[in-house]
């Protein structure tokens, strides 16, 4: 089995290493690269193309918000995952619509990061409790508005046409040459964007959008 591939994003040097030595205790995970700020982890994302980046949110030249949107839109592979102390809800909501897997803070037990990195991998949604509280709180209190065909991107209106049409997530890999992995993440996104939680309420809710 291949080694998981990580990538870490932090602006502080103590933090990195220390992640760093933490997560290559584990023989199935490798650290690839680290980067002290968004603009960066973007960069070396694009080159390296790592299994799963962990994100800091609150750092220079470019936050990881924004760092994270454009690494799910130019190797949306790459799974994204928020590392950070703080869980302000406008950063967790930014950042899972802009195709992070996940939310974690940064007191969480070793066991538990190497636990999400697998999660992630498998194109679980990661995040803790409360978190997903803020998160389906917020969601549903934006349901009223709506959402369009334009708050999904062209790989999930990619997805959403072949789930429509009943294929299963082997039969989309295999369409879109997306691995399996990729396709579950898509599919997550998609789910947390319409406020659903299986297949069946997605294409039911998909369809009175008019998909």
Excluded: C, H, W
């Excluded at 803020?134 to 209190?141: C, E, F, V, W, Y």
């Amino acid at each position: 089995m291949n080694k998981i591939r990580v990538l870490l994003a932090d602006d502080q040097r103590i933090i990195l290493d220390g992640l760093k030595a933490l997560l290559e205790m584990n023989t199935l995970i490798t650290v690839v690269d680290m980067a002290d700020n968004g603009e960066s982890a973007y960069e070396k994302t694009l080159k390296i193309r790592p299994d799963v980046v962990l994100m800091d949110i609150r750092m220079p030249k470019m936050d990881g918000v924004e760092a994270t949107r454009l690494i799910k839109r130019d190797a949306p592979e790459t799974v994204v995952i928020m590392l950070t102390t703080f869980d302000d809800d406008e950063y967790i909501i930014k950042a899972m619509t802009y195709g992070a897997s996940g939310y974690l803070l940064k007191d969480i037990g070793s066991e538990k990061l190497i636990e999400a990195i697998m999660d992630g991998m498998s194109g679980s949604i990661i995040l803790p409790g409360n978190v997903a509280a803020k998160i389906t709180s917020r969601l549903n209190d934006d349901a009223s508005s709506g959402i369009t065909m334009g708050d999904f991107t062209q790989r999930e209106l990619d997805i959403i046409s072949l789930m429509m049409k009943g294929m299963t997530n082997r039969e989309i890999s295999e369409d879109l040459y997306l691995s399996i992995g990729t396709v579950k993440n898509y599919i997550s996104q998609i789910y947390l964007k319409i406020d659903v939680n299986d297949r069946a309420k997605a294409v039911l809710q998909l369809k009175r959008m008019g998909f």
